[in-house]
């Protein structure tokens, strides 16, 4: 079945660092992929997509690609604030809105000033 | 954008009660909702696909008895962890699917059984 794996977290960051959190996908068809993330005790919040191979999502200074031919899509943001702390998701969803995502195991990130 | 609402934020209830949580699609319709689980920690994990007048369709190891759901119109389903033991404390959220693909996600119930 379709599945995503994201790179182990946690992740610590000095403030203005760049990052990257890799995200590789399996699946059968041409995906949507999304990177949501979640801040502590809250919910989920769509962070960015990509609908299409080559499509850049970007959203907040975040941004991901998807590569269709390394079946990827990355995140990286190039210079991180405090504020960034919070765990990512790498999911992927057929395409409609009805289609329940599959979810990779997410990254904690932590940026310290 | 499109707002999902879950309530109650926050539950705390006695081992052997009932607890019910409610979904609701605050300016869409959703005619399919989704109810997922997250453990301390971890990925949030698939429970069961809510449709509108129509049975839920659970994922394997998910009992169904255990944890009723009930979508009864376009902007609400709600999930009731009947008899709740310790075990089933937890982070339970909600989507609903909406346009191009997105699906908007509620903020989450937590759930501790004493």
């Known amino acids: 079945g379709d599945s995503v794996t994201q790179m182990e977290g946690p992740v610590t960051l000095s403030e203005e660092a760049f990052l990257t959190i890799n995200c590789t996908y399996t699946a059968t068809g041409y995906p949507s992929l999304f990177w949501y993330v979640q801040y502590p005790g809250e919910g989920l919040q769509l962070l960015l997509k990509?609908?299409?191979?080559?499509d850049k999502g970007s959203n907040k200074g975040f941004e991901a690609t998807y590569r269709k031919e390394t079946t990827s899509f990355h995140l990286e943001k190039g210079s991180v604030q405090v504020s960034d702390s919070a765990v990512y998701f790498c999911?992927?969803?057929?395409?409609?809105?009805?289609?329940?995502?599959?979810f990779g195991k997410g990254t904690r990130l932590s940026v310290i000033a | 954008g499109a707002v999902v609402s879950q309530h109650p934020s926050w539950v705390i209830c006695k081992s052997g009660t009932s607890v019910k949580i409610e979904c609701r699609s605050l300016?869409?319709?959703?005619?399919?909702m989704f109810w997922y689980r997250q453990f301390p920690k971890q990925s949030l994990m698939l429970m069961a696909t809510?449709?509108?007048?129509?049975?839920?369709?659970?994922e394997q190891g998910v009992e169904k008895d255990k944890f009723l759901i009930n979508h009864a119109s376009l902007t609400l389903s709600t999930l009731t962890v009947t008899s709740a033991h310790p075990e089933d404390s937890s982070f339970y959220i909600c989507?609903?699917?909406?346009?191009?693909?997105?699906?908007?996600f509620g903020p989450g119930t937590r759930l501790l059984v004493l």
């Open positions: 990509a609908t299409k191979a080559d």
């Open positions: 999911a992927l969803s057929g395409n409609s809105g009805n289609t329940p995502l599959v």
């Open positions: 809510s449709n509108e007048g129509s049975k839920a369709t659970y």
């Open positions: 989507s609903a699917g909406g346009l191009k693909e997105t699906q908007y």
């Open positions: 300016d869409f319709q959703a005619t399919t």
